[in-house]
């Protein structure tokens, strides 16, 4: 069982414990959703001892809550011991404002705390990718222009997945920073693409597709095809005997599903 917290607009949490994947994609676009607005004011991310100033606004009666720190701090790392362990510094929390951009600590660093609401015996089945790794499969530091060949893409990740079977995990998620945007993408079911028969679509809860959690519309299809091709790259690394004029059309006709992020006036009304 999954639980995931988040954390809306008026400051109300909400709870879900599902595995359906209908579910987690509607609790994913509500966090992607505080990611793309800047609206993130109490996630409870970090157990450090700290005043909790509450602010009620005079319009709608929401209610904002930031930190009041009566003395400065450097860092609070989360979670601490951990290898993956990030550290949040006072200019990094400060990004959590309005109208400012969050950056990738704070994405990563949100992602550590995700991870860790996990109850133990279901971890295996995901894998969560830091903002880091988005930028090193594009090689957008260096030659985006190559972002389309799967073969550079597998290559220049190999090392982040060699000891990890992405296609044992049930769903894989990956930030994405394009242009000073975040998005996210899901791969669900990566493990199914070369068993799957489109006749059980109706009946099955595990379809391999791709989500792409997007606030802005537009052409995914340099995506699609990246992440397609990359996917097709790893599997043939772990299966080196298998038919590859068989098999690269599973990959090439997997499922990219662009989802717009629904807007926080509209979640208010599912709750």
Known sequence: ???????????????WAKTDLKWICFVLKMLFVQFIQHDIFAIKLFSCSMDVEDNETKSGGSRCYFPNFEEPFDEV???EGDPDAVSLSKRDFDLLQPD???NDTIIDFYIQYLKNQIQEEEKPRFHFFNSFFFRKLVDLDKNPSSASDGKA???RVRKWTRKINLFEKDYIFIPVNFNLHWSLIVICHPGEVVNFNDKELANSLRVPCILHMDSIKGNHSGLKNLLQSYLWEEWK??????????????FSNLRFLPLAVLSADILMTLK
């Open 237 to 250: 690394e772990r299966h080196k005997d298998a038919p590859e004029e068989d098999l690269s059309a599973l």
């Open 100 to 102: 400012t951009f969050i």
């Open 153 to 155: 893409a597998f290559l």
């Open 77 to 79: 790392i989360y979670p």
């Open 1 to 15: 069982m999954v639980i995931i917290l988040v954390s809306i607009s008026h400051s109300k949490f909400y709870f």
